[in-house]
């Protein structure tokens, strides 16, 4: 905002409260919606809501536009979409394409914006499933409904999918009490072959689990574990030991963050690793992994949330397969926020 507004404009500033006035006696300020609440009692000329979709629909109908009415302000929607189960889908659909006057609507994909380069267009075919890039590039409003694994088809299931022993074991974990769920693959260069799943029933603990693994493996395998990060936490398998140190405990390398991921990017992994924008297959998985293969044939959205439905009970398997790809094959690249060095004194 400093690097926007000239500086022969500005009356004062306030780093901390985010905040520059003006020598016309106007204010700009950067707010969070956070607490939608403490946004109340003023009189706004004119707003700009950013990633306006993935803000609760109480930031606008219930504060920012009382907070308009008495200065008839303007309001500026700028977003990503985020599926056509939003309060912005619905927004979008109010106004036709035709609009003139009161409220207008436009499009852009990233490429149009002018912003990023083509060949990182390109790039992130193969960094994001179909859906994904539709959504953050090509400014599509998906419609998260229906299947989780929108890119799993059969063409994912093969017998090549088979333990190399010279490889290490990558293994997803998902502490559930029951089912206890563990996905067993290899990467090999750029291809990901999932060849075994260990499903525990019974009130299996951690323990009962990485035995198990043993057994199967040997104790002089080596062991990659990629668990679900809150068990680092979690003690689900007796008191003085979390999920995590029982499987270190056990002689397996735990490759975890210290913080959960969000579903959203846990089914986005799974989808690019299955088959990404570009086209590319990276992921194979042997038959004989029944629970996981019906996981992502069967597991859907819960109805108006975008979310996984928990209810079916088929979501262990894909959860564990989640953390692998998350943590040994995700494509993701992060974000970084850059820094400006304008400043005004």
Known sequence: MKKLVPREWVKSKNE??????????????????????????????????????????????????????????????????????????????????????????????????????????????AQLDTRTFRQEFEASFENLTGLVAVSFSDENISTKAKDISIMPILLGVDFNVDPMSGICAVKDEDKLYVFDEIIMTGGATTWDFAEEVIRRYGVDRRIVACPDPTGGARKTAGVGATDHSILRRSGFNVS??????????????????????????????????????????????????????????????????????????????????????????
């Open 16 to 125: 901390t409260d985010l905040k520059i006035e003006l020598i016309n006696d106007s204010t700009i300020e950067l707010k969070g919606t956070e607490n939608a609440m403490a946004l109340r009692g003023r009189s706004l000329a004119g707003v700009v809501l950013d990633e306006a979709a993935f803000m609760d629909s109480e930031v606008w109908f219930q504060v920012i536009r009382p907070a308009l009415a008495d200065k008839q302000g303007w309001a500026l929607f700028i977003s990503t979409p985020d599926g056509t189960a939003s309060w912005f889908y619905d927004l979008w659909c109010y106004v036709p394409d035709d609009a003139t006057g009161e409220w207008n609507r436009w499009s852009f994909t990233t490429i149009e914006g002018g912003n990023v380069p083509a060949e990182e267009v390109q790039a992130a075919r």
């Open 256 to 345: 975890s963050p210290k913080a959960p991921w969000k579903i959203r990017d846990k089914v986005t992994a799974v989808n690019t690793a299955l088959y990404d924008a570009s086209g590319i297959r990276r992921t194979y998985i042997h038959p004989r992994c029944k629970e996981l293969i019906k996981s992502l044939r069967t597991l859907t959205y819960a109805p108006n949330t975008g979310l996984p439905n928990k209810n079916l009970g088929v979501d262990h398997a894909f959860d564990a397969f989640g953390y692998l790809c998350l943590q040994q094959f995700n494509l993701a690249k992060p974000e970084t926020l850059g820094q400006t060095g304008y400043r005004i004194y």
